[in-house]
């Protein structure tokens, strides 16, 4: 750790001092209290906590246009799409149909366009408690405007002609 700047000299400005000082707090190790416990989550917890909200939000989406809604997931067996599971049974009991997506496939996936934003607008914070970070995340989460998600999701059929010409492999565009 480096020393504690000294006092102020009188021939230091009030605010080259201040400078001088914020250069002192940014050069002190952080400690970190981040403790990741895992990104795996459980069908339990899916059905309990997540799919409730999804299937709300369907429903009212259902009263103000009667068109097919569909829910998109990734594949993750939590969300009961591989075999039939609380999951499954709770997305059949309110006729919730999912749009069929394929394994590991972050190129066809909106959502990691909008991942993407987030990590480029938090990339140079540093965090010092989990709770700091989650909020930062979720007040970045609440910042992204509609009209970024429907640049992520016009982008779609050139992205699918670019994974087309790559015969499936990744692919690079400018917003994701």
Not at 63 to 74: A, G, N, R, V
Not at 112 to 126: S, T
Not at 132 to 140: N, Y
Request: aromatic letters at 8%; glycine letters at 4%; a neutral charge.
């Amino acid at each position: 750790m480096p020393p504690k700047p000294r006092r102020r000299p009188t021939t230091e400005t009030e605010e080259e001092y201040h400078c001088r000082l914020a250069e002192w707090e940014a050069s002190k190790l952080h400690p970190r209290d981040i403790k990741v416990q895992g990104n795996s989550i459980t069908q339990k917890y899916y059905m309990e906590n997540l799919l409730p909200v999804y299937i709300d939000t369907i429903e009212k989406m259902r009263e103000i246009d009667s068109k097919p809604w569909f829910l998109q997931e990734d594949g993750d067996p939590s969300y009961g799409i591989r075999k039939a599971g609380l999951a499954q049974e709770y997305k059949d009991a309110y006729n919730i149909k999912n749009l069929r997506h394929p394994a590991q496939s972050p190129d066809l996936n909106p959502i990691e366009g909008i991942w993407a934003i987030i990590k480029q607008r938090l990339q140079k914070r540093i965090f010092d408690t989990e709770d700091e970070m989650k909020q930062a995340l979720q007040e970045e989460w609440d910042k992204i405007t509609i009209e970024e998600i429907r640049h992520r999701i016009a982008d779609m059929p050139r992205r699918c002609a670019e994974l087309v010409r790559s015969k499936g492999g990744p692919i690079r565009g400018n917003k994701w």
